[in-house]
């Protein structure tokens, strides 16, 4: 097993994996206790070789793998790729590309909604997957042989997954399918919160007018402390403390000190003065300038049964493409389809509209009926 602590080494691998089409790449990192993933390490294989590179080992530049990432002949093949890709968007300030995802291609392929990948590799290989070490402590060193085999796995196994899916999409000609939905992952705003957009990632429907202003800056302090200690977000202020803050609005340390989920002693903090400073600059906000939050619409009820036959019929046709629900719509786009012909949802765009969408609006203008026939549902055109 090639185990890469040099530069010298990492970037003659680097230089062998670009003169493949793809590399498939996983990494192993800790984060309970930071707010930034601590990436422990990098495991990384083309058709013809694969290496575990150890980014923790010392003088280790990371820089021919970070080129590698970026360079746009080469596809980047992960399993659930969300967690990998910001780690090295962190190191990078962009998104690795081209990307190919094979759990999103598994979805598109038949293999079940958000299929993990122990159970894919079985599926696809008919390999079984030793999991142990998946929850072991990555930053210690020395790593144990199971340690390492288990990473190792993680990307060996991913060419055979790779390569399956590749050629069902092509058989099936859903490769733009799968394209479609990965332009998703090329978001930057996936990977990396903007302090002033914290308040964002909040439940806000109880919120008053009035409470707005304060929990925005609140959240934003809290972003920004988060990030510049390397914490948690909860071990600066749980999400109850901030919308306590912005409900009572204290203005002296006092005050803080008395507010509820304020932790012992914090008033005195070097932190409380900029708290302080934040709840005073949100409230000072004017009202026009304060976004409109989204309140649940007074919108009319679908009846229970009319969902219950969309659920139906989506279950139907995404047996017929063999492809997973959750890749065509949730329960609160069927309720959107149920209200509304020219629903705002995905169902009913694209590709999704002619596996689902169009038989959808059929269904609710009785131009389609679904019997069962030999065990199997058919569609009867009315």
């Known amino acids: 097993m090639l185990i890469i602590t040099d530069t010298a080494a ?43 590179i150890d980014p923790l080992a010392d003088g280790l530049d990371l820089t021919p793998f970070l080129e590698l990432l970026a360079d746009p002949a080469v596809t980047k093949v992960f399993h659930a790729a969300r967690q990998d890709i910001e780690i090295f968007f962190q190191m990078m ?21 958000q299929i993990g990948y122990e159970p894919l590799v079985r599926t696809i290989t008919g390999k079984s997957l030793d999991k142990g070490s998946r929850f072991t402590d990555w930053s210690r060193r020395p790593l144990t042989d199971r340690q390492l085999q288990y990473a190792i ?22 490769l733009s399918w799968v394209i479609e939905e990965m332009e998703a992952l090329l978001s930057p705003g996936l990977y990396f919160t903007q302090p ?26 809290r972003e920004a402390e988060a990030q510049k200690r390397d914490v948690p977000r ?8 901030l919308f306590e803050l912005a409900r009572q609005t204290p203005e002296s340390p006092q005050d803080l000190a008395r507010a509820r989920g304020i932790p012992n002693g914090f008033e005195r903090s070097s932190a409380a003065k900029g708290l302080l400073s934040a709840i005073t600059e949100g409230k000072g906000i004017p009202k026009n300038d304060l976004p409109d939050i989204d309140r649940p619409r007074n919108l009319p009820q679908v009846p229970g049964d009319v969902l219950d036959l ?21 329960v609160a786009d069927l309720e959107e389809i149920a209200r509304d012909d020219n629903a705002d949802v995905p169902a009913m765009k694209g590709w999704r509209r002619e596996v689902f969408g169009e038989a959808a609006l059929k269904l609710k203008h009785g131009k389609i009926a679904m019997k069962l026939t030999n065990g199997n549902l058919d569609l009867i055109e009315s």
């Open 153 to 174: 796995g993680d990307v060996t196994h991913l060419r055979d997954v790779y390569d399956a899916l590749s050629s069902e999409l092509a058989r099936t000609n859903r």
């Open 196 to 221: 002033e957009n914290a308040w964002k990632r909040l439940k806000l429907r109880n919120t008053k007018s009035k409470e707005l202003g304060p929990l925005m800056k609140i959240a934003e302090w």
């Open 310 to 330: 969309l659920r139906v019929l989506l279950a139907r046709q995404c047996k017929e493409y063999d492809v997973a629900p959750k890749l065509i719509a949730s």
């Open 93 to 113: 300030q962009t998104v690795p590309q081209p990307l190919f995802d094979t759990q999103i291609a598994a979805m598109a392929c038949g293999y079940g909604d």
């Open 10 to 52: 990492l970037a003659e691998f680097c230089s062998g994996l670009r003169q493949h089409p793809y590399v498939t790449v996983d990494t192993e990192f800790m984060r309970e206790k930071t707010y930034f993933s601590q990436l422990c390490l990098i495991q990384a294989a083309s058709p013809a070789e694969a290496a575990i």
């Open 234 to 241: 909860a071990r600066i202020l749980k999400d109850d403390a």
